[in-house]
């Protein structure tokens, strides 16, 4: 079992987030959601030799239906790829060419509801399907929810704190608090857990500046881990690969119009790593990779 703060399960605590937040721009009681994305991660250097780079992508539609302002109830359906290349150089985990195209499949269901003025509660159950290309999904599927509270103290913050547990894939079950915060510093600056970066994945602690009409600039920085079923003819037929690293980034958000979000995104990737096992979670091989950069985009509309 690990406790982990703000530990960003893809997707999953981004939706946490969204439920916590107030109802979007919709005028309806449906409202619907589609973000998605891409980013390049250059090569980074393991410890003993060889490189790896990859390509990510995503996209999750989303639709709810608000009883209220503060109360609603959703589904939310995405698709993520990572496509990694290894550069087979060195003796280490290279040089196994470990696993190739990594395909996320997920599932969750918002909810949210406002039991006083000043005080929400949230849920999302969520399932998850993360394996390679050719792997099995049924050994690679992985589930749980995430509940907690929000709390206005004003018009300028909101403070939220809960739990989540979810299964994984041949690992001990991960448990961990939440801390969400939404806290408008001045009329331009705010800190914030936030919403994911899309193809990026999973929120973060982010300050913003909202100081040119139409504008968002972001610094942001979060933990990322996630593990995956791999196929059955690489060098750990049937094993799990993980990855890990701490992204830190820079992004500038336009508003199209009302309701569409575009975004360009550049960081870097810190205190990475990659874990091979076998098929029942027995560690192969593990290697440090050194901080690499990322460049990306991604969109939001709300409707």
Do not use: C, K
């Amino acid at each position: 079992m690990r406790a982990l703060v703000l530990l960003t399960l893809p997707g999953v605590l981004a939706a946490a987030a969204a439920a916590a937040q107030p109802a979007g721009v919709a005028a309806g009681p449906w409202r619907t959601q589609l973000q998605g994305g891409a980013v390049h991660q250059f090569d980074a250097d393991l410890d003993d030799g060889g490189s790896f780079s990859v390509n990510r992508a995503f996209v999750e539609a989303g639709l709810s239906y608000a009883f209220s302002a503060r109360d609603s109830v959703g589904v939310a359906l995405g698709y993520g790829y990572d496509g990694y290349d290894f550069d087979t150089g060195g003796d280490g985990l290279a040089a196994l060419d470990p696993w190739s195209d990594i395909n996320d499949f997920r599932l969750s269901f918002p909810l949210r509801a406002g039991i006083r003025d000043d005080i929400d509660l949230f849920a999302v159950p969520s399932v998850t399907w993360r394996a390679e290309s050719g792997g099995d999904l049924g050994d690679a599927a992985t589930g749980g929810a995430i509940l907690g509270a929000t709390y206005r103290f004003g018009d300028d913050l909101r403070l939220g704190a809960g739990l989540g547990a979810f299964t994984e894939i041949e690992d001990d079950a991960t448990v961990f608090p939440i801390l969400l915060i939404d806290w408008q510093i001045t009329d331009t600056f705010s800190l914030e857990t936030g919403q994911a970066l899309g193809a990026t994945r999973g929120p973060g602690l982010t300050l913003n500046w909202t100081g040119l009409e139409d504008w968002r600039f972001t610094l942001g920085a979060r933990w990322e881990t996630w593990r995956f079923r791999l196929d059955d003819g690489g060098p750990a037929p049937d094993g799990v690969g993980e990855e890990e690293a701490v992204p830190i980034y820079l992004a500038a958000a336009y508003d199209v119009i009302p309701p569409v979000r575009l975004s360009a995104v550049a960081g870097l990737d810190v205190a990475g790593s990659l874990t091979l096992e076998d098929e029942d979670g027995r560690e192969l091989a593990e290697e440090d990779f050194d901080p690499t950069p990322f460049v990306g985009f991604t969109f939001r509309a709300r409707f």
